[in-house]
């Protein structure tokens, strides 16, 4: 073999070995939602609808990444933006009304109801909504990556335009 086809024969091979070494570590990763997602969906809720945010510790990993903007980074900051909307929504309480899952990603389509007992600002510079005593209700779809057992990342869409239309006063 002369030299040239040697180190292209080895290029190739470790290109094959590579390419292999990748599809079984993704392989391996692809189905943790699969596997784990109905489980972390089902003790998310629970945590969630006790206003537990301890209970968070066995789903969402220390560093849990989240790409919404509205809550903290972390474990840490996620428990502690949800302990604030337990505070403005005392009876806050979450309903998984789809479920979708592939590979290490979980998709739930949930409906949020809580009674509009407390001012809600919906982010910085937004407007406060006074209490209306209203009974609220709007969607949501979260996204989580699944690794080593527990949600690592998030993206949500939140209906939070419906939100402020029912909590504007009459």
Known sequence: MTRYRYHAFHAALGAVA??????????EGAGSGQK???????????????????????????NYVQHNG????????????????????????????DLIIDGDKVVARLTITATHSHP?????????????????????IEIWRVADGKFAEHWDQSDL??????????
């Not at 809550?71 to 009304?97: C, E």
Request: glycine share 10%.
């Open 18 to 27: 590579l390419a292999a070494s990748c599809a079984l570590a993704s392989a």
């Open 70 to 97: 509205r809550a903290g980074q972390g474990l840490a900051g996620t428990q502690a933006t949800l302990r604030g909307y337990f505070t403005t929504f005392p009876d806050m309480h979450v309903q998984v009304d």
């Open 161 to 170: 335009a419906g939100l402020a239309r029912q909590m504007r006063a009459d």
């Open 36 to 62: 784990q997602g109905p489980a972390l969906v089902e003790r998310y809720v629970a945590a969630f609808n006790a206003h537990d945010a301890d209970g968070f510790r066995d789903v969402i990993a220390d």
């Open 120 to 140: 809600v600002q919906l982010g910085p510079n937004a407007p406060i909504f006074q209490p209306t005593g209203k009974k609220l209700s709007w969607g949501d």
